[in-house]
Every structure is written in C-alpha cells, then in structure tokens.
C-alpha cells in the first residue's frame, strides 16, 4: 500500500449560516458546526484511503468566537496521520464575514475515523507523508494525541503512555 | 443564588434515525448526532441555570456502536457540575432497535456550556447538588475532567493540574 | 402472544423550535407538532408490538396554547389500549420557557397505528395491561374513541355504537 | 366585510416524496403528510380572510391507501364555511404514481384555522359563499363538524349539540 | 406512441417561503426557488412521458421580483413541445401576498427533461399537441430556444441555427 | 472604489449527495446542485464588493455528468467581470467519487448578481483585475454573455448586440 501526501486528502468547505442553523443568539449553533465539520473531515478520510470510512471519536472541541447568521464558515480539513486502519484528521474553522472583510478563527479539532472493508471491518490504510513544517508538527502530535484519546476511552493506562507522561513530568 | 439538584436538569430525547442521517453503510453519521447531542445539551444547561446559553466545548468522544437505519437514538443528558458561569453536562447515548427489543451502548459525551446575560457576557450560574451515587461520582470527576479541557485549550499549565497529575504518576 | 404494560411503551422526546418551524407569529406551526407526535407516536407503538407500524388515524386535534420559538416542545407518548392489530396511542405535549422556569399545556391527541407483517398485512399485537388511576382511565376511554373513529370514518353506523349513544343520550 | 367564494380560497400543493420523507415500508409518514396538509390548509385561510392566521384544531383523519417513495403529493385545500373568527378548511389528498398513470385517494381531512388581529386577539373573517353542489354540502356539514369538535374539546355538551344530536338518536 | 395534450401535464405548486429559505434581505433565495421549479418540472415531464426523467438544462432565468418572507411561491408547470427524448417545461413564478391580495410575477423559465429507459439510455417521448393560442406560441418558439440551448451548450455551430440566425439578421 | 482581482472571489465548496438530494436514479436532483451553487456564487459575489447581494440571474446551465448518491460535489466559484452595479459570476462543478479516486465534470455555469445599498437599491461594485490567461478569457466573453441575458430577458434588441451578432454573422 503506498503512501500519501497530506496535502492530497485536504477538503475545504464553504457554508452560509442560514436562520435555522442558528441559537437564540442568533449565533451558528455548536451542534450544527460539528454536522458540517463531520462530513468535511469524513471527505478527507475517504480521500486518503479510498475506503468507506466512518467517524471512531472526536478529541477535545472548544468553540472560541461564535460564527453569526448570515457569515460564512470555511472549513478545512486534512489528515495528519495514519495509525494501521485509522486516520486522524485535523480541522481548521473560520468565520467570515465577508461584508466588513473580517475573518476570524472559530475552532479547531481533530476527528478519528477508520476505514472499513466490504464485511464491516477495519482495514489497513496507507501512511500519510507530511511535507510542509506545520504537516510535521501535526505528524508529530499525533502520536500524543491519540494516547490521550486511548486513556479517555479507557483503553490504554496512562502508565503505559509514555509520550503524554513526559508531558506532564517534566513540562 | 440557590443550589440546584442535578436531576432537576434532566432532558430525555428520541430521535429516530431517518434516511437523510445515515452515512454509506446506512449508520447514523457522527457529525448528525453530535447535533441531536448539542441541544439536548443546551436544553438542560438553559433547564439550570434559567439563562441563555452557549456550547464552549466538548469533551473527547468516541462512538462505540453504529445506530442503524430506521433505529431509535435515546439521549439522556443531565448537568454534574457548575463552575461560576459554566456548567458540564454529561451525556448517555443509546440505540434502540425496537423490532427486536434491543437496546446498546452507543456514547457518552461531556458538553460544557457558558450562561450569558444580556450584554453577551458570562453571568454565574447555580451550583449542582448531586444527589445518587452516580450523580456523585460525576460530580467529583469533573474537576480532573476540567484540567484537561484548560490544559487541551491550553489555557492551564500541566504542572497546575494536581488532580490529572495525580492520575498519571500515581496510577 | 403476552400482554404489555402501559409504561412499557412510554416515548418522551424534547424539541427545539427552531425558526424554521414557526409561522408568521413566532410560533411553532401546527404542521410541525403534528410531525413530531407522529413519530412519538410510532416508536410508542413499534416499541409495544416489536412489529414495523403505520400511522392508521389522528383523532380530533386541538392547538390550546402556541409554542413560542426558542421554546421546547416536549412530548410523552403511551399506548392506551390495543385492538387485535391496531394500537391506540395517547399524547400529551407541553411546551417549556425554561428562561421563566414555565410549562404549559399544548395539546392532548390520540393516534391510532397498525402493525403489519412482512407482506404488509395487519398482524395481531399483545394486548395492553393499564396499571395506574390514569391508565386504567385511558384504557376504558379507547372503546368510546373507537365508536367515534368507526362512525367518523363511515365505518360504523351510530346506531351501533352503544359505548357512544349512551353519551348523547343520557348525559 | 364582504362576503367571499369558497373556490376564491383554492390551494392546490404539489410535492415529490423524497427518502427523508418515508418510513421502513418507504411509504410518506404520516406526520410529513400532516406538515404539508397544515400549510396548504394555512395558505387556504388566509388567502380567505386576508389576515394572519393560526392552526386551531384538526379533524379525525384517517389514512387510507399509503403514497410509494418517488410519487406525488396531490393536496387540495378550500373553504367550507367561517365561524365569526375561526375557517374551518376542508383538504382532499391524493398519491400520484406518473409512470403508470395512476392516482389514488389518500385520505381527506378537515382543518380549522382562527384569524388574529395585530394583538394576536381573534378577529371576524368574512363568510363564505358556496356555489357548487358539493361546496354547499360541505356548507351544510360544517356545522355538525363544529359540535363534534366542541363536544370532543369538552367546549360543548353532547345535550345541546342538536345537531348531532339527531344524528345518533334518529339514524 | 400516442401524442399527448399539453395541458395534461400542468403541475401546479404553492410553497410558503419559510425563514430558511430567505437571504439577508428577508427574500426567497434564488437558489431555493429553483430547487423547487425542478421538482414541478420534474413532475410535469414525468405526467408528460409515464418514465423517469432527468433534468438535462435550464435555459437563462432572470429574478424579477423578491419574494419576501411568509409570502407564497405560486409555480406552473407545463410542457410546450417534445424533441425525440427530451421534453422542454415552460415555468411560470408568482409570489402571493394574501394579506394584501397581492400576485407579482417572479420569473419566467424553461427546464428541459430526458427521459431514461430501465437501462437509463433516453428513450422516446409522446409528441405535443398544443391547444390554446399560448400552448401554439410556446410549441413554435421551443425550436428557436433549442437552438440557443445547442449553441450555448457548443453542440451547433451558429451557422446552423437557421431559426435563430433569422432574429439576429432581420430583427 | 478600488478594482479587486478576480482570484479574491474564489469560493470552494464540497458537499456530500445524502438520500434527500436524490431522484429515482440515485443521482443529485439538478435542484438541489442549483441550491448550493447560488449559494457559492452569493458568496463569491459578495466577496468581491463587500455588501449584500442578490441573484439577478442565471445562465443556461446543462447537466452534463450525473452526481451518484455519496460522491462529493465540487463547486467552485470565482467573479469574471462587474458592470456597474452587477457581477457575473463563473462556477464549475465537479462530482468526485473518492472510492476510486475519479474525478468528474459535471457542469459549469454563470450566475449574475446584484448588489444592494440599505435601501435595497443597486450600487455600484469594484470592477475585476483578470490576471491569469483564464480570468481573461471570461472577462472578455462576459460581454457577449451580457448580451445574450439581455436579449433573452427582452432588454436588448438583437440588432444592438454587436458582440453577439459577429457571432451568428461570421461564424
């Protein structure tokens, strides 16, 4: 199985937060934010690994400046790394609000999601080659991220998590 | 400001899973129950605190079992804790296929929510009195759940973190 | 075929109301309650007979108080009584200000479902065992709300219905 | 305040059945069914009385043959009669299969809405004129449907609903 | 393959134009607006040749006027003339303000439809018979607005365009 | 009113064909695909001049390369060229299955908005810098386009369409 570029799996979305997408506020709900970013982080997994694939887990989301009705949110999404048959796949948000110029960042996330064979099961998918400076950091972190993902999920001990350990030792 | 017991927030949802929600392998997507999630949610965060409120984040999340096609998603939220203007709210999520009276496991979540009064601003909220065992547990845990939401955000130094730091040299 | 209690069949579900389900008043619109009670009130009848079911009538409906948007709908769902292959089920729906801490009363309705097997012919269901005052209520009410649904429907001659007549006559 | 033609108030809907709108049997649930007989009716009613107007209560509906997945929604809706502030709609239903040039009834219903003034206080609406054989039948009907919807309301007793009354001691 | 009158495929559409439907300006999107011509396009092709049917063009569409929120969309759909397998829909647009007895016109369109055999290959269509004066000038223009399909689409070379070269040359 | 370029405007949009956005064929509803390219093209118009914007018309548009149920549509949307107070605006759609990494045309269409000052007037907007061999091409075959518009919106006679007659003339 050959290996992939980051960069080819990158999908970028563009929504207008229309009346019913919207709280009392008058702000892009949380719930809806996350609809859409599901389906621009599941396009990128499906892009790497040429596989149905579907969403296993969604690491820790703070919402910082809420987006609202009538802006725009841009979305992009791309894998930073490969872990035997599942994907991690970080996103970018943003707001725009394109009458007055002004983007502003909105959240930033990073989704799971493995890729399935024909009888439901996880297959392999290809590693992901990270280019740029920012594609490497990503590559890197990912590591640590998904032991924290593991103990959230009580599937690994935080003994046995040696790169998150580090952390918060000696930091 | 009085105390609130923890039940008195309580939010049950059915929703079922139409075909518009489902992904290729006729499964409910990720990204459309996080939204469901979302406002059961804020439904109960509004149900305590009797103000307006704002998803501002949400916990590591990971789906378990798929709902199919034409199942029930039963959502049960109920808050475990407040902190001055921001309130966790725990959720369990459940499919239920009731042509075959069965019931599984598919998620829990924490969402957190911030109040605000009406200059958008964050506005205290009551404090949770947590009466069952389990409302308890959820109760104490969410200090240490709350660390590493600041330190994920970044806006707490691992060092800072007694109650997580615990977990990772002592366990 | 074992008979079923009441509460075994009990469905709540909790709605937002969004924009686009008000009308020009700001108010949820009749249409889109109905469509929510409508499904409600099929998970309450599949989760009575384990069978795949399909909405046979909805008695007389009325709109007592509107639900304002931002408001929640909230619905509770039971079966009342089952009749050889179709299911009454009772509805009650409130509508919450949870800002004001206030519940109001929206609408009462019954639905009446049928249950089919796999070549979409009538099959019978388990009978329904009332336990409480108010079941029990329900359960003899179901008879009367039938007489009125044959006769309504034109299939059953006033003269027939004993259960009903009496209610013209003598009250 | 002019009196007004029935066929003046005629809304005629048109609508395909796409997925979202089916249930297991990929038939039109009922309560979409319902959704789109609401705004037609709603279209119907102001449309007569030039005036915002309000869902007030729906008659016993009863759904006949189901519409298939890909059909047609056939929906027409026309005036019967007013009561000083209230209209009471009466809706006939059909499902269209075009490939094979097959329309079939689906049910029939009756709809009443309450026009409101700038107070969303109830306000007279003009009477109507019927003209046809079968709008003057549904003229006449209209006021026996009234007390079945008073009586069924608890807004009336069965003693003085005269006219319905004779309907179950004569018949 | 019998010919068909053109009024035997009129579909006949009202919508009401709900919040999400609406831009900033409080108007009917034009993008919404056109989803909902296809569909009574659709439906008219379909009532026209009794087989699936596909939208092959849209022909130049000018929005005149808005509709403005809580207004109704009035659409009429009905086939001019059919070329071989495929079928040219002559739309018309009203917006309806009911509370002022006010109808505008909105657009003017022609959709044009294949239809598709079980292999999904177009196959033949019933020709039109044109009745009224409208109906004839409608059938009579539709090879003019062919041609400018063909050539705008790259599919004729202007020269060829015998009908249409005449309005550039002697207008 | 400072000239923008024309790469300024691009908008990228990726959505994914779900069941609802479906016809018979299992393929994209050419409605719904209208539905999201007004959307990319308001925002790429409203990029370019920074105020409100409304779709004023849409070109003749052919469906070329059906959409199939779980592939991803590709819109994007980029302006060519402003008369005064009106922008035409190029969009290109691409449908992609990522299972096989194919990528296919689907159509390619112009779209012309308006922008409007607060009090729903036109306003002027900033004229375009093409820059790329592309960009100018539709730059300057955006003339002869806007004649077309509005010879078949009746606004121009033939005869004063000097662009547009060369080609029927001298082609």
Redesign the interface.
Known sequence: MESRKACDSI??????V???D????G?L????L???????A??TA??HC???C??????????KN?IKL?N?VRIEAKITRAFNTSMEIHLKVWGED????YRYESNEAY?TFVA?DPN?KPRPVPSVIPETEEEKLLFDGALRRRQ??LI??GKM???D?NE??A???N?
């Open positions: 999908t970028i979305m563009n929504e207008l229309l009346p019913n919207t709280n009392v506020f702000n709900m949380g719930g809806r996350m609809y859409w970013m599901d389906i621009a599941g396009i499906v892009k040429n596989a149905p579907m969403t296993a887990s969604v690491d820790n989301l703070s919402f809420p009538g725009v394109n009458l007055h110029q989704f399935l439901n924290v993902r959230l999920g001990k935080p003994d998590a998150l350990k952390l918060f030792i930091n």
